[in-house]
Nanobody, 125 residues
Framework: QVQLVESGGGLVQAGGSLSLSCAAS????????MGWFRQAPEKQRELVAA???????YIANSLVGRFTISKNNAKDTVDLQMSGLKPDDTAVYYC???????????????????WGQGTQVTVSS
């Protein structure tokens, strides 16, 4: 069973920065895609950012310029760097991964097979 563990969540004031890390029980390069999702209360889970085999990355349009996804090769983690945080960024953030090869890039939660437990990010005003 693949296990994903997120870390780095917490409380931050608006305008601040926070970095999240995802560690997997398997080497990250064995996954076709690894992504960060978030779910705010009473809202659907949405893709924040993802990194795909071959080096392609995706960041939700509204988050470009504030959020960055990257791989930390030394620690073999997938990190999400967040800056200029806003109260609307408050959500539970989940790390997800899949080994399934697809014709297109996986951009929906249903296309990911493995999930972490989630880490709470709260942005105060």
């Amino acid at each position: 069973q693949v296990q994903l563990v997120e870390s780095g969540g917490g409380l931050v004031q608006a305008g601040g920065s926070l970095s999240l890390s995802c560690a997997a029980s398997e080497r990250t390069f064995t996954f076709e895609a690894m992504g960060w999702f978030r779910q705010a209360p009473e809202k659907q889970r949405e893709l924040v950012a993802a990194v795909f085999s071959g080096g392609s990355t995706y960041i939700a349009n509204s988050l470009v310029g504030r959020f960055t996804i990257s791989k930390n090769n030394a620690k073999d983690t997938v990190d999400l760097q967040m800056s200029g945080l806003k109260p609307d960024d408050t959500a539970v953030y989940y790390c997800a991964a899949t080994r399934t090869r697809r014709l297109g890039l996986p951009l929906t939660s249903a296309q990911y097979d493995y999930w972490g437990q989630g880490t709470q990010v709260t942005v105060s005003s």
